[in-house]
T-cell receptor, first 110, second 114 residues
Framework: GDSVTQMEGPVTLSEEAFLTINCTYT??????LFWYVQYPGEGLQLLLK?????DKGSNKGFEATYRKETTSFHLEKGSVQVSDSAVYFC?????????FGTGTRLTVIP | DAGITQSPRHKVTETGTPVTLRCHQT?????MYWYRQDPGHGLRLIHY???????DKGEVSDGYSVSRSKTEDFLLTLESATSSQTSVYFC?????????????FGPGTRLTVL
């Protein structure tokens, strides 16, 4: 069945460091891929999405490229800020819902 | 802001009692979803709706029922709450339900079953 495997956390980085959070998936058909972010005490917000192979989603300095050949959708940011501290979820669309990874908690220290 | 509210935002209840959570949207989206969030599991789909009175089960539907009598409201009911249903519950909406469509999430309800 459809599933998402996400890099285990937590991840702690210093401000301005480079961020990569790995995400790989298993899916039938042609899913769309998403990254959501959850700040403390809040719901999930869409960070970026890609709907077909080789698409690059980007938002707020974050990027991820839909790689069909490696079934991956890794999240990257060149220079993280303290305000990026949150939990990040990779997800893919199944027939009727989203399948989520387990989430990666990122803490950025000044 | 996707115009989604959830109520209550926090609830503590006892085992065996019925509980109803409400999701309200102002966007007139056709599709609505209930998820639960648990450590080590991410979010998992409980039930979803694709229109008024049209609902279907998700991955973890046992012990839950839903109803949608109006486009804007989607109710999740725990007929007899158990401790294993302690979780954070999120409602989501989408316009078309298509694979390319984005789901937008509400702020969540934290439920504790003692």
């Amino acid at each position: 069945g459809d599933s998402v495997t996400q890099m285990e956390g937590p991840v702690t980085l210093s401000e301005e460091a480079f961020l990569t959070i790995n995400c790989t998936y298993t899916a039938t058909g042609y899913p769309s891929l998403f990254w959501y972010v959850q700040y403390p005490g809040e719901g999930l917000q869409l960070l970026l999405k890609a709907t077909k192979a080789d698409d690059k989603g980007s938002n707020k300095g974050f990027e991820a490229t839909y790689r069909k050949e490696t079934t991956s959708f890794h999240l990257e940011k060149g220079s993280v800020q303290v305000s990026d501290s949150a939990v990040y979820f990779c997800a893919l669309t199944g027939a009727n819902n989203l399948f989520f990874g387990t989430g990666t908690r990122l803490t950025v220290i000044p | 802001d996707a115009g989604i509210t959830q109520s209550p935002r926090h609830k503590v209840t006892e085992t065996g009692t019925p509980v109803t959570l409400r999701c309200h949207q102002t966007e007139n989206h056709r599709y609505m979803y209930w998820y639960r969030q648990d450590p080590g599991h991410g979010l998992r789909l409980i039930h979803y709706s694709y229109g008024v009175k049209d609902t279907d089960k998700g991955e973890v539907s046992d012990g839950y029922s839903v109803s949608r009598s109006k486009t804007e409201d989607f109710l999740l009911t725990l007929e007899s709450a158990t401790s294993s249903q302690t979780s954070v519950y999120f409602c989501a909406i989408s316009l078309s339900g298509e694979r390319t469509d984005t789901q937008y999430f509400g702020p969540g309800t934290r439920l504790t079953v003692l």
